[in-house]
C-alpha cells in the first residue's frame, strides 16, 4: 500500500508530519516537527512524536486530533522526514549522475559527475 506524506496540525496545535492512510483517516510513523530560533533564523526539527520516551517512528495519530490538514506538503520537508525515519539521504538530481568511468569502467568512488 502507497502512503502520502502530509503535514497536519493537531488540535493541541502540534505540526505533525506522517505517512497517511486515506482508508483509517490517519497519520502513521507519526513526527513532530519543532522549530528552533537560531542566529541565522528558525531551524526545524523531525522528532518522533513520542519523544524522548519513545526513540522510533511507530507513532499513530487518528484523524479525529486533525485541526487544520495542509493542502500540500513541501518537497523539502517530505524529503527530510523521509531522511529521519530511514536513516538515508535523498539525493536531487540523480539523472545527472552515471556510473563508471568515461571509458564505461568503474571508478574507485563508483559514481562519476559529467
Known amino acids: 500500500m502507497a502512503y502520502e506524506i502530509r503535514l497536519m496540525k493537531l488540535v ?3 505540526l505533525v508530519i506522517g505517512k497517511y492512510d486515506a482508508e483509517k483517516d490517519c ?3 507519526a513526527a513532530i516537527i519543532q522549530t528552533l ?3 541565522q533564523g528558525m531551524q526545524m526539527m523531525i522528532l518522533p512524536y513520542g519523544y524522548p520516551f519513545e526513540s522510533n517512528f511507530e507513532g ?6 486533525f485541526l ?6 513541501p518537497k523539502e520537508m517530505q524529503d527530510k522526514y523521509i ?4 536513516n538515508l539521504t535523498v539525493a536531487g538530481g540523480l539523472g545527472k ?3 563508471g568511468g568515461p571509458d564505461g569502467m568503474p ?3 563508483g559514481l562519476v559527475t559529467p
Request: hydrophobic share 20%; aromatic share 10%.
Open 83 to 86: 531522511e529521519a525515519t530511514t
Open 107 to 109: 571508478t574507485s568512488g
Open 27 to 29: 497519520l502513521t510513523d
Open 37 to 39: 530560533p537560531t542566529q
Open 12 to 14: 493541541t496545535g502540534e
Open 60 to 65: 499513530v495519530i487518528e484523524g479525529k486530533h
Open 68 to 73: 487544520y490538514r495542509y493542502k500540500d506538503t
Open 97 to 99: 549522475l552515471r556510473f
